[in-house]
């Protein structure tokens, strides 16, 4: 009996023994099948999340941002101790102890199943675990999966210390709101630092991770109470706070962004512009869009947030005072239900929701409102963010035409800014104003660097993101004949060389062109000077047909106005379209003597690890290291940029583009108190209007035209629609950055002729007609009609000259050049020219 007990139990043991075996290597070879092509866990050393890059203005303030996932990634040794506590007692309590994985908690969890058959299945994993599945894995629930996750988990134990898992959990983690990280989390719902979070906020992020939306902040308030005092609660257990401190944390209230108790961190940045959507394109476009919006990039704007407001009031005022001009009423074409009226509360829930600009200051702050009631002398509005309603009287729209009731309806969404005394600010009215139109871009940028210090790309960002400074491509009009004369300068023409100023006929196999001055007059012989002051079309045309318009096409590729440029006759008028962006580079060329500048939007870029990968000057500083330069002396800078022409070449032009200011097309409209050159440029039909100009440092140019081009009407010209614009931001630029002479190159001297015949005059001479013109030294230029130049068109018989003092004369028969027989004046119109710029 007793060998038959021991048989047993000896059979039994072996069975027993035999089934351990089988099953440990059962278990082993499963392991050993899904670890075969398991992922590097190796890589996580090298993390390097997708992280907010972030735009600085020259100032040094955050001015943007811009994300897919919005993550800061925050250190281990950043990440204070009472974060990663309230975490690790959130979803891992024995973290610091265990090696990879709870085999408690898994053994808890799979008996929970059983139990409950299946109804129940929480999670066992550990934050290592849960690394694993976020980085390596995917996040299906399968067996297949958990194995793969344990022996990942324990792989990566024996290669990374806690802290730096920790560490990879803590910023990798979705919290919500588009929310990734603990840093992010801390921004997005409490506008705090990590270093700023009180326990209860830490505790009510640690409650996260399992399912952000089920704890929502306010449609899930009570739920998120219950879960955040829970993690209070298990903080206490684990011995993380004192008694004090919990049931301090858990009675306080959950305070958050979403609940209105602490302003977004979005509201202390800027509005989004134009500047930094222009820098998000370009730069996307050079690292592409997953290192722009992930790569962690810090991004130094060469923006002056000063000049960049400027800029902004400069142009709406130019474009709303031409809009009020026309008397035309169009509103925002938004309109609120009249089932969303009935109370206060309906109309401001129902405002709130209406998509338009709220991003527009033009003298004050524009608000949207709604109409509520019309009246005969008045309008009554609710407006976005002011108590109460508001009254509108009739003698506010005196300027359109119409109505209250022709033009308004109740539920209409309009916009209102505050009428204010000029003398002391104070409240007057309310008034209507619309966003109009009409639209424009302006550029400004240093004439040495190309660093852009404003841009704006249109009336308003949140009404239209399209930017007309960099994406509109317009006919540039006048303001591209400063080419043409460049040309003419380097080919051998001096500021007096004599062109006819005479009718001209163009065989262009398509028909007979007829270029024409704006003012219909011809003025026979005229110095090269006057012809750009005046910005006469017909010596435009002799000089490029003089000079040859491939050379006129070369010079303005090496400009960069142009990739290529057509050289048909009628492109020396502007009609060929480019940007304002590349026209205001190209004339910082002429400002700065002749060299090359690149321009651009970003002084440096940095990596997430403060690495540089871009940087925009290329000068070099010889002594900047030196500890101590002698009195006196400043720091030498070697710039190595290309020439583009001549620097005599480039003097001589600044020198006749002031004559436009001074005595010009754009005389009377330009006053800064300071050297100023500049162009204007009005193209066929008043489509497009332009002014680009420049003082010693600062070059700036404004754009204006409907995006649909059309005419603008009579009496619309670049200098009388962007020469204010010019003026009013250029005054604030030269109070900031001052301007001086234009900087005279060696090699040359001056003589004085007079503008208008090209003869040389004494140097004693005076006068409003005598002007000192540059000459390169060694050059013995041809005054007087020795210098004529008719570009290859005949003058033309019985030409009625308009000379000086001359009033207008009326509609007169001419020969022209080609011996034809045509008629003109009295004045020019809009349609006389097919192609290029009147002005």
Same mark, same amino acid.
């Given at each position: ?207 996260? &991770? ?101 800029? %902004? ?158 994406? %509109? ?29 005479? &009718? ?33 079309? /017909?010596?435009?045309?002799? /000089? ?83 500890? %101590? ?115 005279? &190159? ?14 040389? /005059? ?63 004046? &009295? ?13």
């Amino acid at each position: 009996m007793l060998r038959f007990v021991f048989s047993f139990f000896g059979a039994l043991f072996s069975l027993v023994t035999i089934g351990v075996v089988a099953a440990a290597l059962m278990i082993g070879a499963v392991f050993w099948f899904y670890a075969r092509d398991l992922p590097d866990h190796e890589d996580l050393a090298t993390y390097a999340p997708k992280t907010i890059s972030r735009i600085y203005s020259g100032e040094g303030r955050m001015i943007d941002e811009f994300a897919v996932e919005r993550r800061l990634f925050a250190p281990a040794e950043e990440i204070p101790d009472l974060v990663k506590q309230a975490f690790i007692s959130a979803e891992d309590k024995n973290f610091y102890t265990h090696k990879g994985y709870d085999a408690r908690g898994i053994v808890a969890a799979g008996i929970e199943a059983v139990k409950t058959r299946g109804q129940t299945v929480r999670g066992a994993s550990t934050i290592t675990q849960q690394v694993m599945k976020n980085f390596l894995l995917g996040g299906e629930r399968t067996g297949e999966r958990k194995i793969k996750e344990l022996i990942l988990a324990t792989r990566i134990e024996k290669t990374l210390s806690k802290e730096k898992i920790l560490e990879l959990y803590l910023n990798e983690i979705f919290l919500g709101q588009n929310s990734y990280g603990v840093a992010a989390a801390a921004q997005t719902y409490f506008n705090k630092t990590l270093s700023e979070l009180e326990p209860q906020d830490a505790a009510y992020l640690a409650a996260l &991770p399992k399912a952000p939306s089920n704890y929502h902040p306010v449609r899930e308030m009570d739920r998120a109470l219950e879960r955040r005092n829970f993690v209070l609660r298990e903080m206490r257990e684990n011995g993380y706070l004192d008694q004090a401190a919990y049931e301090a944390a858990r009675d306080a209230p959950l305070l958050t962004v979403q609940n209105g108790d602490y302003p977004p961190f979005r509201d202390s940045l800027p509005p989004r512009d134009y500047f930094t959507d222009e820098i998000r394109r370009q730069l996307s476009e050079d690292f592409g869009e997953g290192e722009f919006f992930g790569g962690g990039l810090t991004i130094r704007a060469t923006l002056d947030p000063e000049m960049q407001s400027e800029a %902004a009031v400069s142009l709406r005022a130019g474009l709303e005072q031409y809009d009020r001009g026309l008397g035309q009423w169009r509103g925002t074409g938004k309109t609120i239900p009249a089932d969303r009226l009935g109370t206060e509360a309906d109309w401001r829930a129902a405002l709130s929701e209406v998509e338009v600009a709220r991003d527009i200051f033009l003298q004050d702050a524009w608000y949207p409102a709604v109409v509520l009631d019309i009246a005969d002398q008045s309008m009554t509005l609710g407006i976005e963010g002011v108590e109460g309603t508001a009254q509108v009287p009739r003698k506010d729209i005196a300027w359109m035409r119409g109505s209250f009731v022709d033009n308004f309806q109740v539920g209409d969404v309009v916009h209102v800014r505050r009428m204010t005394e000029d003398s002391d600010g104070s409240f007057i009215r309310w008034t209507l104003r619309q966003v109009p139109a009409i639209q424009g871009g302006f550029v400004a940028m240093d004439v040495n660097t190309g660093r852009v210090l404003a841009m704006q790309g249109g009336f308003s960002y949140q009404h239209s993101v399209f930017n007309r400074a960099t994406q %509109a491509t317009r006919q540039p009009g006048s303001s591209f004949k400063p080419f043409v004369y460049a040309a003419a300068l380097d080919s051998g023409f001096t500021p007096a060389t004599i062109i006819i100023d005479a &009718p001209i006929e163009v065989d262009t196999g398509a028909g007979i062109w007829r270029p024409r001055n704006a003012s219909n007059k011809f003025y026979g012989p005229t110095p090269l000077r006057t012809g750009i002051e005046r910005s006469r079309n /017909l010596m435009t045309v002799r /000089l490029a047909q003089e000079v040859g318009m491939r050379t006129v096409a070369g010079y303005a590729e090496r400009f960069g106005v142009y990739d290529r440029m057509n050289p048909y006759l009628a492109n020396a008028l502007g009609s060929q379209e480019t940007t304002l962006y590349r026209m205001v580079s190209a004339y910082a060329m002429f400002a700065n003597g002749g060299e090359r500048v690149e321009p651009t939007l970003v002084d440096r870029v940095q990596d997430r690890w403060g690495n540089t990968i871009y940087r925009h000057d290329p000068r070099e500083c010889t002594d900047c290291s030196v500890a %101590a330069l002698p009195r006196g002396r400043a720091p030498q800078i070697v710039s190595r940029r290309d020439r583009v022409i001549n620097a005599i070449t480039a003097y001589q032009l600044t020198s006749m583009m002031r004559g436009v200011v001074e005595r010009g097309t754009a005389a009377g409209r330009v006053n800064l108190g300071v050297p100023t050159a500049g162009k204007t440029g009005t193209t066929n039909d008043a489509r497009d209007v332009w002014f680009v100009g420049f003082t010693s440092n600062i070059v700036a140019g404004c754009y204006m035209g409907y995006d649909q081009p059309r005419p603008l009407g009579r009496g619309a010209y670049g200098a009388s629609m962007c020469g204010p614009v010019f003026n009013q931001f250029m005054k604030k630029a030269t109070a900031k950055y001052g301007g001086g002479p234009f900087e005279v &190159p060696p090699g040359g001297h001056f003589i004085k002729i007079d503008r208008y015949t090209g003869a040389r /005059l004494p140097n004693e001479a005076g006068g409003a007609d005598v002007v000192a013109e540059y000459f390169r030294d060694g050059e013995e230029p041809i005054f007087g009609m020795g210098a004529l130049v008719d570009g290859g068109f005949a003058m033309g018989a019985n030409l009625p000259l308009f000379e000086r003092g001359e009033a207008d004369a009326g509609a007169q028969e001419v020969t022209t050049s080609t011996g034809r027989k045509t008629t003109v004046g &009295p004045k020019a119109t809009f349609g006389t020219l097919s192609s290029g710029g009147l002005y």
